[in-house]
């Protein structure tokens, strides 16, 4: 495909080129000093802590009510597909609770035959199950709408984290309550100060919706809903109501704040659209992103893809700003509803360049432009950004937004 | 002699018996205790009114530093203006301008607020607090008298302006299409 286009371009992406820059890189790191500890390091300890030459931290907002407020997840200095739990980007609506779990209870009431109040060493007694998931907030990369975009990949995309989540099927608890067929929609609602709510179709419920206590290998962090959960794997952040505590059957939404008022995406035609769950095909390169300064030679072009409707089925790179493309190598196992790592080697030589990725997921939907999305959307929408998003290398290697 | 059987992993968990005998029933207090929400047609709303005329003065010492005096929003979002505006360049999505359904005022308003003292609000001080927000947009009259009954008759200027999620709207199968 488009073998000239990229004849042209093999300055950029060519493997050759890569690969003989890598090889000299190589030789020239041949003497290498040992410089390794001589004396004995520190013993064992009982809960780790990361290298205290790691800096990577969530970015925090300027804000006077923090309790209200979103940090985001550093993404460009994040390897694989899962997040670390302590990056893990917050939204609150109330600030973090404490919350005993041997106090914590789960209500789930409303149209089912048996009421029933869970504890948590009950809800841990039932047959459970793993799946590592995206989480993405509504609102990640709002900042694309309008003309000035976010400078770095966590300013742009860092509402966004990858985790194994672990608990009981949401259906498996509705199933014990005795859920009845008039029953089409759920309040979930969280024990933060503040109550939080969501209403969520009884359909996806019953699908694949997860009652988490467990995070990566851990329990949740407080700041991830500790001590339960609602994961609702692929659709907005919001309703992955955290702290989970209360599930009443209802049989119509109840068009709460977050429902209503805030996660509807405001159309040029002054219509609002509801319920827009699903988190469509997204990707965005982190290396090089905003920020980065390139050397000239072999670059391994890396970023992440998701999608909330499946598997991530290919994604594309270009270095013309948006003429021609290439395939990137995507990382394994490639999970639906999950981050998917993508990489392409590529040799930069000195010129400027604009950096896009494409990706595109098993429903074959294609992750579209910025023009494209405005086009139908217009910029007031808020929620729901997922264009493409470019990065500009300068001709001394800076990366900036484009 | 005790010993523990081992089950077949099955998928049978949609049987609409209790298979696991987890939990145990909560009182019907504990469930009214717990059971906070609001529906638009106004089921879980509790007893009690107010009226703007009431609710101004609990609007003025617990809402307006944030809200503004005239829900025109100081540090927060603002509560009433911007009718009309939703076409515009800049829209201005208020109460008022905005919210389809007055329930989900009481609703928020019971469990969120004020911000840092929320659910500190009778149900008097709410349906009041509720009553002065609409009437701030010009929806109900200084004298109306919002309680569970009403409430959920108060017809919102922007009721009719939500639509269905028609997505995809973007992103064509055809390869290469932006």
């Known amino acids: 495909m488009n073998e000239d286009h990229h004849r042209g371009r093999r300055q950029w992406l060519g493997l050759t080129a890569a690969w003989a820059a890598a090889l000299a890189a190589c030789k020239r ?49 994040s390897c694989g597909m899962l997040t670390p739990s302590s990056l893990h980007f917050e939204r609150h609506h109330a600030g973090v609770p404490k919350i005993d779990p041997a106090a914590h209870r789960l209500l789930i009431h409303g149209l089912v035959d048996r009421p029933t109040t869970f504890t948590m060493e009950e809800l841990r007694r039932l047959p459970s199950s793993s799946h590592i998931y995206f989480l993405e907030c509504a609102g990640n990369s709002s900042s694309e709408w309008g003309p000035k975009t976010g400078a770095t990949a966590t300013q742009s995309h860092g509402l966004a984290s990858c985790s194994e989540w672990t608990g009981v099927p949401l259906s498996l608890l509705l199933s014990e309550s005795g859920v009845q067929k008039q029953a089409k929609w759920l309040v979930v609602e969280g024990a933060d100060v503040c109550k939080m709510q969501r209403s969520l179709p009884i359909e996806k419920a019953m699908q694949d919706a997860l009652v988490a206590w467990g995070q990566s290998g851990e329990a949740l962090r407080p700041e991830q809903g500790y001590p339960l959960r609602l994961v609702v794997p692929g659709w907005e952040g919001n309703i992955n109501v955290k702290w989970l505590r209360r599930i009443q059957a209802v049989e119509e939404p109840y068009m709460v704040r977050d429902e209503t008022s805030h996660y509807t995406d405001l159309m040029p035609d002054g219509t609002a659209r509801m319920f827009t769950f699903v988190m469509e095909a997204k990707s965005l390169i982190t290396y090089p992103s905003g920020g980065h300064k390139l050397k000239p030679g072999f670059c391994e072009i890396q ?57 595109t997921d098993d429903t074959g939907y294609v992750q579209p432009s910025k023009e494209a999305l405005v086009a139908v959307r217009g910029v007031n929408s808020q929620y729901h950004y997922n264009g493409i998003k470019a990065w500009k290398v300068a001709a001394d290697g800076s990366v900036s937004n484009a | 002699m005790r010993s523990l059987l081992l089950l077949a992993v099955s998928a049978t968990m949609l049987a609409q018996s209790p298979k696991y005998g987890a939990g145990r029933a909560p009182t019907e207090d504990e469930i009214r205790q717990w059971n906070i929400s609001v529906s638009p047609d106004g089921k879980g709303l509790p007893e009690g009114s107010g009226t703007a005329a009431i609710g101004k003065e609990i609007y003025s010492n617990r809402c307006a530093r944030c809200h503004g005096e005239k829900g025109e929003g100081r540090d927060s979002v603002p509560l009433a203006g911007g009718q009309g505006s939703l076409k515009n360049p800049k829209p201005i999505k208020t109460v008022g301008s905005f919210w389809p359904y007055a329930t989900t005022i009481f609703d928020y308003v019971s469990r969120t607020m004020p911000f840092e003292k929320p659910g500190t609000l009778t149900a008097n001080q709410v349906y009041a607090v509720t009553a002065y927000v609409l009437f701030l947009s010009g929806i109900v009259q200084e004298d109306a008298v919002m309680d569970a009954r009403s409430l959920p008759k108060v017809r919102m200027p922007n009721r009719g302006g939500f639509v269905a999620d028609p997505r995809p709207d973007t992103g064509g199968k055809k390869k290469g299409v932006r």
Not at chain 1, 40 to 64: C, H, I, N
Not at chain 1, 320 to 349: M, Q, V, Y
């Open chain 1, 29 to 77: 790191a041949a003497t290498v000093e040992d410089t390794g500890p001589r004396m004995l390091g520190t013993p064992v300890s009982a809960y780790g802590e990361r290298s205290s030459f790691e800096t990577a931290k969530r970015a925090l907002p300027d804000t006077r009510y923090p309790e209200t407020a979103s940090s985001r997840t550093p993404l460009q200095e």
């Open chain 1, 303 to 359: 970023g992440l893809a998701w999608s909330g409707r499946g598997r991530i089925a290919r994604v594309e790179v270009s270095a013309d700003g948006g003429r021609t493309w290439r395939d990137a190598a995507l990382g394994e196992p490639r999970i639906e509803k999950a981050f998917t790592r993508f990489r392409l080697p590529s040799n930069w030589d000195g010129g400027e360049v604009e950096l896009q990725s494409r990706a």
